[in-house]
């Protein structure tokens, strides 16, 4: 069992399937990560806060307002909210995201090890830059 040490993010995620909620807070926690999963899109909207979040997480197929749209008018907020690093996780490898600007998409379900490396790939630049 690899020990890492917390990463102390403030993470805000979105899944409609429930489970998939619980499983991923429980994983953020493993990781040190503070964390608020949320039901729906429009919810990461309306809670949305630069000084309170450092990475976004969504699913892409939520009903109303999936992950690709979320993305997308987070991009367009104004202020540094649209630079918060946004990374899109679907269970379809076909319906892999387009390029919004994200810091990348995962293939779901999320081992503890791919979401590790995402958060952190997202947040702390590559070493030698």
Known sequence: MTVRPPLGLRVLAADDETINRVVLGHQLAKLGCTHRVLAKGEEVIAQLDASLH????????MPNLGGEEVARRIRSLPGPAAHIPVILMTAHAESAP????????????????TLHQALIACVRPPSGS
């Open 98 to 113: 387009q390029d919004l600007g994200h810091c990348s998409w995962l293939l779901k379900p999320l081992s503890l090890a």
């Open 54 to 61: 450092d990475v976004v997480l969504l699913d892409v197929c």
